[in-house]
Protein backbone atom coordinates (compact mmCIF):
# COMPACT_ATOMS: atom_id res chain seq x y z
CA UNK A 1 0.00 0.00 0.00
CA UNK A 2 1.45 3.29 -0.78
CA UNK A 3 1.30 5.30 2.44
CA UNK A 4 0.14 8.86 1.91
CA UNK A 5 1.44 10.96 4.60
CA UNK A 6 -0.88 13.79 6.40
CA UNK A 7 1.33 16.05 4.81
CA UNK A 8 1.35 17.34 8.63
CA UNK A 9 5.64 18.39 8.26
CA UNK A 10 4.62 21.27 5.27
CA UNK A 11 1.45 22.59 6.48
CA UNK A 12 2.05 24.67 9.16
CA UNK A 13 -0.92 26.30 10.70
CA UNK A 14 1.66 28.41 12.74
CA UNK A 15 -1.46 29.97 14.83
CA UNK A 16 0.16 30.75 18.20
CA UNK A 17 -2.61 30.81 20.85
CA UNK A 18 -4.57 28.97 19.88
CA UNK A 19 -25.13 31.14 16.70
CA UNK A 20 -29.38 32.23 13.36
CA UNK A 21 -26.15 33.31 13.47
CA UNK A 22 -22.88 31.50 13.52
CA UNK A 23 -21.75 32.29 16.97
CA UNK A 24 -20.95 29.94 19.79
CA UNK A 25 -21.36 29.75 23.36
CA UNK A 26 -20.19 27.16 24.86
CA UNK A 27 2.17 7.88 2.67
CA UNK A 28 4.36 9.39 -0.16
CA UNK A 29 4.73 8.19 -3.59
CA UNK A 30 7.67 7.39 -4.93
CA UNK A 31 9.19 9.39 -7.34
CA UNK A 32 11.12 7.81 -10.45
CA UNK A 33 14.48 6.30 -8.49
CA UNK A 34 16.93 6.58 -11.08
CA UNK A 35 16.37 10.51 -11.78
CA UNK A 36 16.38 13.64 -9.95
CA UNK A 37 13.41 15.47 -10.18
CA UNK A 38 13.82 19.23 -11.32
CA UNK A 39 11.56 21.77 -10.87
CA UNK A 40 8.96 21.70 -13.52
CA UNK A 41 7.97 24.81 -15.13
CA UNK A 42 4.56 25.22 -14.34
CA UNK A 43 5.35 24.90 -10.39
CA UNK A 44 6.15 28.25 -11.52
CA UNK A 45 4.00 30.74 -9.03
CA UNK A 46 0.80 31.71 -10.66
CA UNK A 47 -0.33 33.86 -7.63
CA UNK A 48 0.25 37.61 -9.31
CA UNK A 49 -0.02 38.62 -5.62
CA UNK A 50 1.83 37.45 -3.07
CA UNK A 51 0.66 37.67 0.92
CA UNK A 52 3.10 39.72 3.55
CA UNK A 53 3.78 37.85 6.54
CA UNK A 54 2.41 39.45 9.94
CA UNK A 55 4.60 41.32 11.80
CA UNK A 56 6.08 39.86 14.91
CA UNK A 57 5.28 43.08 16.88
CA UNK A 58 1.59 42.94 16.37
CA UNK A 59 -0.24 43.55 19.14
CA UNK A 60 -2.99 41.22 20.34
CA UNK A 61 -2.59 41.92 24.06
CA UNK A 62 -4.62 44.13 25.73
CA UNK A 63 -3.96 46.37 28.69
CA UNK A 64 -2.88 44.52 31.98
CA UNK A 65 -5.52 42.52 32.95
CA UNK A 66 -6.83 42.04 36.58
CA UNK A 67 -10.36 40.56 37.04
CA UNK A 68 -12.44 38.84 39.04
CA UNK A 69 -15.77 36.36 39.02
CA UNK A 70 -17.41 36.01 42.15
CA UNK A 71 -20.01 32.94 41.78
CA UNK A 72 -23.28 33.20 44.09
CA UNK A 73 -22.68 29.61 44.84
CA UNK A 74 -20.57 27.77 46.67
CA UNK A 75 -17.64 26.97 44.78
CA UNK A 76 -14.08 25.71 45.38
CA UNK A 77 -10.96 24.36 43.53
CA UNK A 78 -8.59 25.03 40.01
CA UNK A 79 -10.23 26.97 37.46
CA UNK A 80 -8.51 27.33 33.83
CA UNK A 81 -8.85 30.22 31.66
CA UNK A 82 -9.35 28.65 28.16
CA UNK A 83 -8.63 30.93 24.88
CA UNK A 84 -9.59 30.30 21.28
CA UNK A 85 -7.76 30.67 18.07
CA UNK A 86 -9.12 29.76 15.06
CA UNK A 87 -10.08 26.30 15.33
CA UNK A 88 -7.75 25.28 18.43
CA UNK A 89 -8.62 25.87 21.57
CA UNK A 90 -5.77 27.28 24.32
CA UNK A 91 -4.99 26.71 28.36
CA UNK A 92 -3.79 30.65 28.32
CA UNK A 93 -3.77 30.60 32.50
CA UNK A 94 -5.28 28.98 35.53
CA UNK A 95 -6.48 30.34 38.68
CA UNK A 96 -7.43 28.96 42.83
CA UNK A 97 -10.80 29.57 43.46
CA UNK A 98 -10.96 31.77 47.38
CA UNK A 99 -13.97 32.18 48.83
CA UNK A 100 -16.47 31.77 45.60
CA UNK A 101 -14.28 34.12 43.42
CA UNK A 102 -11.63 33.32 40.50
CA UNK A 103 -8.96 36.02 40.23
CA UNK A 104 -6.82 36.56 37.04
CA UNK A 105 -4.44 38.78 36.86
CA UNK A 106 -1.44 39.26 34.09
CA UNK A 107 0.39 42.77 33.74
CA UNK A 108 0.86 42.40 29.53
CA UNK A 109 -2.99 41.40 29.33
CA UNK A 110 -4.18 38.76 27.56
CA UNK A 111 -5.11 38.27 23.73
CA UNK A 112 -8.14 39.83 22.51
CA UNK A 113 -10.83 37.40 22.64
CA UNK A 114 -13.61 35.30 23.88
CA UNK A 115 -12.92 33.29 26.88
CA UNK A 116 -13.93 30.42 28.79
CA UNK A 117 -13.64 29.78 32.93
CA UNK A 118 -13.77 26.28 33.01
CA UNK A 119 -14.56 24.68 36.31
CA UNK A 120 -13.45 20.79 37.36
CA UNK A 121 -17.69 19.58 36.54
CA UNK A 122 -16.94 21.18 33.35
CA UNK A 123 -19.02 24.03 34.25
CA UNK A 124 -18.34 27.05 32.40
CA UNK A 125 -18.59 30.96 32.44
CA UNK A 126 -18.27 33.31 29.29
CA UNK A 127 -15.93 36.58 29.22
CA UNK A 128 -15.26 39.26 26.21
CA UNK A 129 -11.43 40.54 26.75
CA UNK A 130 -10.76 43.51 24.73
CA UNK A 131 -8.09 46.27 25.12
CA UNK A 132 -9.48 47.18 28.76
CA UNK A 133 -9.27 43.82 30.84
CA UNK A 134 -9.95 45.53 34.48
CA UNK A 135 -13.42 44.35 35.19
CA UNK A 136 -15.46 42.20 38.35
CA UNK A 137 -18.23 40.31 37.66
CA UNK A 138 -20.84 38.45 39.51
CA UNK A 139 -22.58 35.20 37.99
CA UNK A 140 -24.34 31.93 38.67
CA UNK A 141 -22.88 29.39 37.31
CA UNK A 142 -26.72 27.60 37.33
CA UNK A 143 -28.31 30.80 36.04
CA UNK A 144 -26.24 33.04 33.63
CA UNK A 145 -28.60 35.34 32.72
CA UNK A 146 -27.91 36.75 36.53
CA UNK A 147 -24.61 38.19 35.70
CA UNK A 148 -23.67 41.24 36.71
CA UNK A 149 -20.86 43.56 35.49
CA UNK A 150 -18.60 46.11 36.91
CA UNK A 151 -16.06 47.99 34.75
CA UNK A 152 -16.08 46.20 31.30
CA UNK A 153 -18.78 47.77 28.66
CA UNK A 154 -17.89 44.52 26.56
CA UNK A 155 -18.73 41.94 29.50
CA UNK A 156 -22.14 44.36 30.12
CA UNK A 157 -23.26 43.59 26.14
CA UNK A 158 -22.18 40.12 26.09
CA UNK A 159 -24.70 39.40 29.32
CA UNK A 160 -27.28 41.97 28.59
CA UNK A 161 -27.52 40.35 24.94
CA UNK A 162 -27.38 36.49 26.24
CA UNK A 163 -30.73 37.86 28.08
CA UNK A 164 -32.57 39.32 24.87
CA UNK A 165 -31.75 35.99 22.46
CA UNK A 166 -32.71 34.03 25.41
CA UNK A 167 -36.30 35.62 24.61
CA UNK A 168 -36.29 36.02 21.89
CA UNK A 169 -35.69 32.72 21.33
CA UNK A 170 -38.90 32.14 23.42
CA UNK A 171 -41.12 34.55 21.75
CA UNK A 172 -39.66 32.79 17.97
CA UNK A 173 -40.29 29.12 19.02
CA UNK A 174 -44.68 28.80 18.34
CA UNK A 175 -43.92 30.53 15.22
CA UNK A 176 -40.66 28.51 14.27
CA UNK A 177 -43.32 25.06 15.22
CA UNK A 178 -46.40 25.89 13.34
CA UNK A 179 -43.87 26.60 10.03
CA UNK A 180 -42.20 23.06 10.50
CA UNK A 181 -46.14 21.34 10.29
CA UNK A 182 -48.45 23.97 8.39
CA UNK A 183 -49.28 23.17 5.05
CA UNK A 184 -47.53 26.35 3.00
CA UNK A 185 -49.51 29.50 2.25
CA UNK A 186 -52.16 28.34 4.34
CA UNK A 187 -53.44 30.60 6.88
CA UNK A 188 -52.09 29.42 9.99
CA UNK A 189 -48.76 29.10 7.64
CA UNK A 190 -48.77 32.75 6.58
CA UNK A 191 -49.80 34.12 10.07
CA UNK A 192 -46.80 32.18 11.75
CA UNK A 193 -44.48 33.79 8.83
CA UNK A 194 -45.96 37.24 8.97
CA UNK A 195 -45.14 37.14 13.43
CA UNK A 196 -41.43 35.51 12.76
CA UNK A 197 -40.31 37.80 10.40
CA UNK A 198 -41.28 40.68 12.68
CA UNK A 199 -39.58 39.60 15.39
CA UNK A 200 -36.57 38.73 12.88
CA UNK A 201 -36.59 42.55 11.92
CA UNK A 202 -37.66 43.65 15.82
CA UNK A 203 -34.23 41.84 16.52
CA UNK A 204 -32.44 43.38 13.48
CA UNK A 205 -33.09 46.26 15.00
CA UNK A 206 -32.30 45.96 18.70
CA UNK A 207 -28.62 44.64 16.85
CA UNK A 208 -28.68 47.80 15.13
CA UNK A 209 -29.05 50.19 18.20
CA UNK A 210 -26.38 48.35 20.20
CA UNK A 211 -23.76 48.82 17.12
CA UNK A 212 -24.55 52.57 16.74
CA UNK A 213 -24.10 53.58 20.96
CA UNK A 214 -20.78 51.52 20.47
CA UNK A 215 -19.65 51.14 16.94
CA UNK A 216 -16.08 49.98 18.20
CA UNK A 217 -17.23 47.67 20.42
CA UNK A 218 -15.21 44.06 20.46
CA UNK A 219 -18.77 42.66 21.11
CA UNK A 220 -19.89 44.60 17.81
CA UNK A 221 -17.49 43.26 16.12
CA UNK A 222 -18.08 39.70 17.00
CA UNK A 223 -22.10 40.03 16.80
CA UNK A 224 -22.26 41.18 13.27
CA UNK A 225 -19.11 38.40 12.00
CA UNK A 226 -21.90 35.98 13.35
CA UNK A 227 -24.76 37.25 11.46
CA UNK A 228 -26.09 35.44 8.53
CA UNK A 229 -26.98 37.01 5.73
CA UNK A 230 -30.99 37.68 4.90
CA UNK A 231 -32.37 35.29 2.43
CA UNK A 232 -33.30 37.49 -0.60
CA UNK A 233 -36.81 35.87 -1.05
CA UNK A 234 -37.12 38.60 -4.02
CA UNK A 235 -35.02 36.02 -6.18
CA UNK A 236 -35.73 32.54 -7.79
CA UNK A 237 -34.53 29.71 -5.42
CA UNK A 238 -31.00 28.70 -6.77
CA UNK A 239 -30.47 32.55 -7.16
CA UNK A 240 -31.07 33.06 -3.29
CA UNK A 241 -28.83 29.94 -2.54
CA UNK A 242 -26.08 31.43 -4.84
CA UNK A 243 -26.59 34.90 -2.96
CA UNK A 244 -26.74 33.53 -0.05
CA UNK A 245 -23.06 32.16 0.01
CA UNK A 246 -21.50 35.25 -1.75
CA UNK A 247 -22.72 37.30 0.70
CA UNK A 248 -21.96 34.57 3.68
CA UNK A 249 -19.11 36.78 4.75
CA UNK A 250 -19.99 40.25 4.21
CA UNK A 251 -20.19 41.25 7.97
CA UNK A 252 -17.07 39.67 9.32
CA UNK A 253 -14.42 42.42 9.64
CA UNK A 254 -10.65 40.48 8.58
CA UNK A 255 -9.04 43.80 9.54
CA UNK A 256 -9.70 42.97 13.26
CA UNK A 257 -7.53 39.60 14.66
CA UNK A 258 -10.04 39.40 17.82
CA UNK A 259 -12.50 37.78 16.02
CA UNK A 260 -10.39 35.01 15.04
CA UNK A 261 -10.09 34.36 18.75
CA UNK A 262 -14.16 33.42 19.00
CA UNK A 263 -15.88 30.21 17.78
CA UNK A 264 -17.72 32.88 14.98
CA UNK A 265 -14.85 31.70 12.23
CA UNK A 266 -14.38 28.04 12.93
CA UNK A 267 -18.21 27.96 12.89
CA UNK A 268 -18.57 29.45 9.78
CA UNK A 269 -16.24 28.18 7.73
CA UNK A 270 -17.95 24.57 9.03
CA UNK A 271 -21.09 26.18 7.41
CA UNK A 272 -20.01 27.96 4.34
CA UNK A 273 -18.11 24.43 3.36
CA UNK A 274 -20.14 21.74 4.47
CA UNK A 275 -23.67 23.07 4.71
CA UNK A 276 -24.22 26.05 1.85
CA UNK A 277 -21.82 25.00 -0.92
CA UNK A 278 -23.16 21.82 -3.19
CA UNK A 279 -20.41 18.80 -2.72
CA UNK A 280 -18.65 18.77 -5.73
CA UNK A 281 -15.18 19.39 -6.64
CA UNK A 282 -15.75 22.63 -8.95
CA UNK A 283 -17.96 24.26 -6.87
CA UNK A 284 -15.93 23.77 -3.48
CA UNK A 285 -12.86 25.36 -5.73
CA UNK A 286 -14.96 28.87 -6.49
CA UNK A 287 -15.99 28.64 -2.77
CA UNK A 288 -12.69 28.54 -1.70
CA UNK A 289 -11.39 31.44 -4.16
CA UNK A 290 -14.19 33.84 -3.60
CA UNK A 291 -13.08 33.40 0.45
CA UNK A 292 -9.75 33.34 0.19
CA UNK A 293 -9.48 36.60 -2.30
CA UNK A 294 -11.16 38.14 0.20
CA UNK A 295 -8.42 37.68 2.98
CA UNK A 296 -5.02 38.46 0.55
CA UNK A 297 -4.50 41.20 2.60
CA UNK A 298 -4.78 39.71 6.23
CA UNK A 299 -2.19 37.36 6.60
CA UNK A 300 -3.62 35.24 9.64
CA UNK A 301 -6.84 34.26 8.15
CA UNK A 302 -5.38 33.56 4.82
CA UNK A 303 -3.18 31.35 6.24
CA UNK A 304 -5.70 29.11 9.03
CA UNK A 305 -8.49 29.34 5.81
CA UNK A 306 -5.70 28.48 3.63
CA UNK A 307 -4.52 25.35 5.80
CA UNK A 308 -8.06 24.79 7.19
CA UNK A 309 -9.70 24.08 3.69
CA UNK A 310 -6.17 21.63 2.46
CA UNK A 311 -6.55 19.68 5.73
CA UNK A 312 -10.65 19.59 5.07
CA UNK A 313 -10.28 17.95 1.78
CA UNK A 314 -7.02 16.14 1.90
CA UNK A 315 -7.73 13.00 0.35
CA UNK A 316 -7.88 10.34 2.91
CA UNK A 317 -9.79 12.80 5.08
CA UNK A 318 -13.09 12.93 2.64
CA UNK A 319 -15.44 10.64 0.93
CA UNK A 320 -15.65 13.46 -1.92
CA UNK A 321 -15.56 11.86 -5.23
CA UNK A 322 -12.07 13.73 -6.49
CA UNK A 323 -11.29 15.57 -3.14
CA UNK A 324 -8.20 15.38 -5.36
CA UNK A 325 -8.77 18.47 -7.58
CA UNK A 326 -9.54 20.67 -4.41
CA UNK A 327 -6.80 20.05 -3.31
CA UNK A 328 -4.60 20.27 -6.41
CA UNK A 329 -6.39 23.55 -6.80
CA UNK A 330 -5.50 24.89 -3.52
CA UNK A 331 -1.77 23.65 -3.96
CA UNK A 332 -1.67 25.48 -6.90
CA UNK A 333 -2.87 28.65 -6.40
CA UNK A 334 -2.32 29.43 -2.62
CA UNK A 335 0.57 27.02 -1.24
CA UNK A 336 2.76 29.52 -3.53
CA UNK A 337 6.57 30.70 -2.90
CA UNK A 338 4.77 34.07 -2.58
CA UNK A 339 1.98 33.59 -0.70
CA UNK A 340 2.74 30.33 1.48
CA UNK A 341 4.76 32.88 4.24
CA UNK A 342 4.93 30.52 6.52
CA UNK A 343 6.46 27.47 4.74
CA UNK A 344 10.05 27.76 3.10
CA UNK A 345 10.90 27.08 -0.71
CA UNK A 346 11.52 23.33 0.06
CA UNK A 347 8.56 22.93 2.22
CA UNK A 348 6.72 24.44 -1.11
CA UNK A 349 7.84 22.68 -4.05
CA UNK A 350 7.30 19.76 -1.69
CA UNK A 351 3.43 20.82 -1.61
CA UNK A 352 3.59 21.63 -5.51
CA UNK A 353 5.49 18.32 -6.21
CA UNK A 354 2.70 16.61 -4.28
CA UNK A 355 0.27 18.33 -6.58
CA UNK A 356 1.88 17.68 -9.85
CA UNK A 357 1.51 14.05 -9.24
CA UNK A 358 -2.07 14.59 -7.79
CA UNK A 359 -3.44 16.59 -11.30
CA UNK A 360 -2.74 14.44 -13.88
CA UNK A 361 -5.47 11.79 -12.50
CA UNK A 362 -8.64 14.74 -11.67
CA UNK A 363 -12.19 13.51 -13.24
CA UNK A 364 -13.46 15.00 -16.43
CA UNK A 365 -9.55 14.80 -17.95
CA UNK A 366 -7.99 12.50 -19.84
CA UNK A 367 -7.06 9.04 -18.70
CA UNK A 368 -3.28 8.88 -19.26
CA UNK A 369 -1.78 6.56 -21.00
CA UNK A 370 0.47 3.48 -19.44
CA UNK A 371 2.81 1.16 -20.86
CA UNK A 372 4.44 -1.30 -18.83
CA UNK A 373 4.76 -5.34 -18.45
CA UNK A 374 2.84 -7.78 -17.55
CA UNK A 375 3.87 -10.97 -15.60
CA UNK A 376 5.43 -12.77 -19.03
CA UNK A 377 7.45 -9.33 -19.16
CA UNK A 378 5.42 -8.38 -22.36
CA UNK A 379 4.93 -4.65 -22.70
CA UNK A 380 0.97 -3.79 -22.43
CA UNK A 381 -0.34 -0.20 -23.55
CA UNK A 382 -3.59 0.72 -21.57
CA UNK A 383 -4.97 2.48 -24.81
CA UNK A 384 -4.16 -0.06 -26.77
CA UNK A 385 -7.58 -1.95 -25.02
CA UNK A 386 -10.98 -1.44 -27.50
CA UNK A 387 -13.44 -1.97 -24.95
CA UNK A 388 -15.87 0.91 -24.12
CA UNK A 389 -15.19 1.68 -20.74
CA UNK A 390 -12.04 0.88 -18.98
CA UNK A 391 -11.36 0.60 -15.42
CA UNK A 392 -8.10 0.86 -13.64
CA UNK A 393 -7.18 -0.88 -10.59
CA UNK A 394 -4.29 -0.02 -8.79
CA UNK A 395 -3.44 -2.75 -5.60
CA UNK A 396 -0.91 -4.42 -3.39
CA UNK A 397 -0.84 -8.26 -3.02
CA UNK A 398 -0.83 -7.59 0.98
CA UNK A 399 -3.67 -4.74 0.91
CA UNK A 400 -6.39 -5.71 3.03
CA UNK A 401 -9.00 -3.93 1.37
CA UNK A 402 -7.55 -5.28 -1.65
CA UNK A 403 -8.74 -9.03 -0.85
CA UNK A 404 -12.21 -7.96 0.01
CA UNK A 405 -12.43 -5.94 -3.83
CA UNK A 406 -9.94 -7.50 -5.97
CA UNK A 407 -12.85 -10.86 -6.00
CA UNK A 408 -15.22 -8.51 -6.87
CA UNK A 409 -13.33 -7.31 -9.50
CA UNK A 410 -12.82 -10.72 -11.16
CA UNK A 411 -16.49 -11.49 -11.45
CA UNK A 412 -17.78 -8.21 -12.69
CA UNK A 413 -14.57 -8.92 -15.68
CA UNK A 414 -16.15 -12.35 -16.35
CA UNK A 415 -19.33 -11.41 -16.22
CA UNK A 416 -18.14 -8.40 -18.97
CA UNK A 417 -15.31 -10.17 -20.92
CA UNK A 418 -15.54 -10.50 -24.46
CA UNK A 419 -18.70 -8.56 -24.96
CA UNK A 420 -16.52 -5.39 -25.51
CA UNK A 421 -18.04 -3.21 -23.12
CA UNK A 422 -15.59 -3.18 -19.99
CA UNK A 423 -12.23 -4.54 -19.91
CA UNK A 424 -9.75 -4.11 -17.06
CA UNK A 425 -5.97 -2.80 -16.28
CA UNK A 426 -4.73 -3.45 -13.29
CA UNK A 427 -1.13 -1.85 -11.79
CA UNK A 428 0.24 -3.30 -8.97
CA UNK A 429 2.29 -1.05 -6.45
CA UNK A 430 4.80 -1.41 -3.58
CA UNK A 431 5.52 -4.96 -3.72
CA UNK A 432 7.85 -7.57 -5.58
CA UNK A 433 7.87 -9.60 -8.86
CA UNK A 434 7.25 -12.53 -7.13
CA UNK A 435 4.43 -11.77 -4.64
CA UNK A 436 2.79 -9.96 -7.96
CA UNK A 437 2.87 -13.07 -9.73
CA UNK A 438 2.05 -15.42 -7.05
CA UNK A 439 -1.42 -13.04 -6.14
CA UNK A 440 -2.44 -13.27 -9.80
CA UNK A 441 -1.88 -16.99 -9.79
CA UNK A 442 -3.57 -17.65 -6.51
CA UNK A 443 -6.76 -15.56 -7.03
CA UNK A 444 -6.62 -16.90 -11.20
CA UNK A 445 -6.64 -13.53 -12.37
CA UNK A 446 -6.99 -12.86 -16.21
CA UNK A 447 -7.19 -9.14 -16.64
CA UNK A 448 -4.62 -7.31 -18.01
CA UNK A 449 -2.02 -6.92 -14.76
CA UNK A 450 1.20 -4.46 -14.71
CA UNK A 451 4.16 -4.04 -12.85
CA UNK A 452 7.31 -1.33 -13.07
CA UNK A 453 9.65 -1.74 -9.93
CA UNK A 454 10.95 1.69 -10.93
CA UNK A 455 7.53 3.27 -10.73
CA UNK A 456 8.46 5.05 -14.35
CA UNK A 457 5.62 3.73 -16.25
CA UNK A 458 3.48 5.36 -13.87
CA UNK A 459 4.38 7.88 -11.91
CA UNK A 460 2.99 11.25 -11.99
CA UNK A 461 -0.43 9.39 -13.84
CA UNK A 462 -3.01 7.20 -11.85
CA UNK A 463 -2.45 9.11 -8.71
CA UNK A 464 -3.47 6.62 -5.28
CA UNK A 465 -3.47 7.43 -1.74
CA UNK A 466 -4.33 4.05 -0.77
CA UNK A 467 -5.23 0.72 -2.04
CA UNK A 468 -7.25 -0.42 -4.08
CA UNK A 469 -7.95 2.61 -6.12
CA UNK A 470 -10.33 2.37 -8.99
CA UNK A 471 -10.92 4.37 -12.17
CA UNK A 472 -13.44 4.31 -14.75
CA UNK A 473 -12.14 6.03 -18.02
CA UNK A 474 -15.29 5.86 -20.58
CA UNK A 475 -15.07 5.63 -24.38
CA UNK A 476 -13.35 9.30 -24.96
CA UNK A 477 -10.82 7.52 -22.54
CA UNK A 478 -11.93 10.90 -20.31
CA UNK A 479 -12.40 10.06 -16.03
CA UNK A 480 -15.52 9.75 -15.14
CA UNK A 481 -15.39 7.47 -11.67
CA UNK A 482 -12.28 7.66 -9.27
CA UNK A 483 -12.01 6.74 -5.17
CA UNK A 484 -14.48 3.85 -6.08
CA UNK A 485 -15.59 0.63 -4.49
CA UNK A 486 -16.22 -2.56 -6.96
CA UNK A 487 -19.77 -2.03 -6.66
CA UNK A 488 -19.68 1.35 -7.65
CA UNK A 489 -18.48 1.32 -11.02
CA UNK A 490 -21.52 0.04 -13.19
CA UNK A 491 -23.55 2.84 -11.69
CA UNK A 492 -21.05 5.58 -12.66
CA UNK A 493 -21.07 3.62 -16.30
CA UNK A 494 -24.74 4.09 -16.39
CA UNK A 495 -24.46 7.81 -15.44
CA UNK A 496 -22.04 8.10 -18.17
CA UNK A 497 -24.21 6.66 -20.70
CA UNK A 498 -27.15 8.36 -19.62
CA UNK A 499 -26.19 11.83 -19.92
Not at 230 to 237: G, W
Request: with cysteine; charged share 25%; aromatic share 12%.
Amino acid sequence: MWKYMALLFVLFYACGNSTSSTETTAATTSAPKSENISKPKSFENNAEKGVQAPEETAKDNGAPAKFSIRFKENVSGLTYLIGTYADQNVRMDSSQIVSNTASFDKAEGYPQGLYYVIFPDNKFVQIMLAEDQTFSMETSLADPSQTTVKGSVENELFYENMKYERSHRAKMQPYTEVLKTAEKDSDSYNEAMKNRKALVSEREAHLAEIAKKHPNSFFVKFKEAGQNPTLREDLPNDEQVAAYRNEFWDNVDFSDIRIMRTPVIKNKLNRYFTEITPQNPDALKEAADNLLNRVLDYPRYYQFFANWIVFKYEPTKTTLMDAEAVFVHMIQNYFTYNRAFWSDSTQVYGLQLRAHEMAQSLIGQQGPNVTANDQYGKPQTLYDKTADYLVVYMFNPTCEHCAVETPKLIDLYNKEKGKGHLDVYSIVVDTDDKEWKDYLKKNNIEFTSVFDPTNKAIYAKYFVNVTPEVYVLNKDRIIIGKNLKIDQIEEVIRRDQNK
